[in-house]
């Protein structure tokens, strides 16, 4: 059975601190993971991920994925308060289909 | 451009009733999906359109229809609302089903008595 596995479910950080989430899975023809964050509303998309140990950056975040091990990790340096949010993790398969992990709720305290 | 845009926001229902949710998108996507999101379990594919005309199951698609008649729109419906459907329906769309990502609606809120 396919199946998406976050951890940690949730942490609390202080500002400044880094922050490292992370993504397992198993699901047949794996095509791309991808990672949302989700504040009050609706995920919002920030990277999507198809080859092993490139590493994708926006600012302060960045993440890789490691196709052997079947897993990812998504890095926030530097925390600030408006990073507190839920982080989903999803795995698209061959027909584009989406599966989701559970999510990891960050909270950033100032 | 407004995006995905999706209504009601929220809604009570009784159980036994109907309704249908609306969900709309001006990116000229093909397709378009609709998921529940319940608390500890992350967002669950209900059903899926590869474009205008077709729909196909997901994950989770008892007690749910949708129809795609417009390229731009794709309906939910619950004919017969159970305490169970309550959740956070999320609409997304995305040019294609593996190369681009999908893009989200703000959600609809619903409860059921």
């Known amino acids: 059975e396919d199946k998406v596995v976050q951890s940690p479910l949730s942490l609390v950080v202080h500002e400044g601190d880094t922050v490292t989430l992370n993504c397992s899975y198993e699901?047949?023809?794996?095509?791309?993971l991808l990672w949302y964050k989700q504040e009050k509303k609706a995920p919002t998309f920030l990277f999507m991920l198809?080859?092993?140990?490139i590493e994708k950056k926006s600012g302060r975040l960045s993440s890789i994925l490691d196709k052997k091990e079947l897993f990812s990790i998504l890095n926030i340096t530097a925390t600030q308060t408006g990073d507190s949010a839920v982080y989903l993790c999803?795995?698209?398969?061959?027909?584009?289909?989406?599966?989701f992990g559970a999510g990891t709720q960050v909270v950033v305290t100032p | 451009n407004a995006g995905v845009t999706q209504t009601p926001k929220f809604r009570v229902l009784k159980t036994g009733q109907s309704m249908t949710l609306l969900c709309a998108q001006d990116?000229?996507?093909?397709?378009m999906y609709w998921y529940r999101q319940d608390p500890g379990m992350g967002l669950r594919l209900i059903h899926y359109s590869v474009g205008e005309g077709t729909t196909a199951k997901g994950e989770v698609p008892d007690g749910y229809n949708v129809s795609r008649l417009k390229k731009q729109n794709f309906l939910l419906g619950l004919e017969s609302a159970a305490p169970s459907q309550t959740s956070v329906y999320f609409c997304a769309s995305s040019y294609s089903m593996s190369v681009t990502a999908q893009y989200f609606g703000p959600g609809t809120r619903l409860l059921v008595l």
């Open positions: 699901v047949t023809n794996f095509r791309s």
């Open positions: 990116m000229n996507h093909e397709y």
């Open positions: 198809t080859s092993s140990g």
């Open positions: 999803a795995v698209s398969d061959s027909w584009g289909k989406l599966q």
